[in-house]
């Protein structure tokens, strides 16, 4: 009879496990503006490649410096958008982050995508870093624009000023990945197109949410 009840009560310990994470929670309701997110770059400082873990407070991460130290690390949520990059029907979220050190004339913006696994928690899908969109780029890149990132169609597009010289950039330039085979993929060449600053109007799909 105790055997039979152990095996009862496995079955119910099982079935309310099931029930409560193997549905891929509601990932809009996320909180990004409070995660941590690892921050890489080919670029130096003070001699070293850029590398430190933001761990964002309501969009914004500052590191810890004494008051009259200037060259700290920051970051900040640039923006959150979803939609569904492995048109799965369920939905995706590509978080933009910002970060440099408050004293440098550069500003660098790196992407997250966050999907949902097999036991229904959030995981990292794949991450760009501003060096990769450098390299496929023949003109310099410059900040991103305010909401840089977005999916559609199973597509994300992320976009940046280019050309000429800072703060005046000549084209905004708009790069296309997919997800394939587990990883984030620049679409067929060309990459990445490009349109003169004075034609381009922000044109986001409706349906896609903003965050932050």
Same mark, same amino acid.
């Given at each position: ?7 009862? /009560?496995?079955?119910?310990?099982? *079935? ?7 549905? &891929? ?153 997919? /997800? ?10 060309? &990459? ?19 965050? *932050?």
């Amino acid at each position: 009879m105790r055997i039979g009840f152990n095996i009862l /009560l496995m079955i119910c310990v099982l *079935g309310c496990f099931g029930s409560t994470h193997a549905a &891929c929670p509601n990932i809009t309701k996320y909180d990004f503006a409070n995660a941590t997110y690892e921050i890489r770059s080919a670029r130096l400082l003070a001699s070293k490649p850029i590398r430190f873990r933001a761990r964002l407070q309501s969009g914004s991460f500052d590191e810890s410096h004494p008051p009259e130290f200037l060259a700290y690390r920051y970051a900040r949520l640039k923006s959150v958008r979803f939609g569904d990059l492995t048109k799965d029907g369920k939905a995706e979220a590509v978080i933009a982050v910002e970060y440099g050190t408050n004293s440098a004339s550069f500003f660098l913006t790196n992407y997250f995508v966050f999907g949902c696994s097999r036991n229904g928690r959030i995981r990292l899908l794949g991450s760009i870093e501003q060096d990769r969109l450098d390299a496929r780029s023949s003109e310099i890149l410059h900040e991103s624009i305010r909401e840089a990132a977005y999916i559609a169609n199973g597509i994300l597009y992320i976009r940046h000023r280019a050309g000429g010289f800072r703060p005046s950039p000549i084209y905004i330039e708009t790069f296309r990945y997919k /997800l394939l085979a587990g990883k984030l993929e620049c679409m067929a060449a060309p &990459c990445s197109s490009r349109m003169m600053m004075n034609r381009w109007q922000l044109n986001f799909p409706k349906n896609l949410a903003i965050v *932050g």
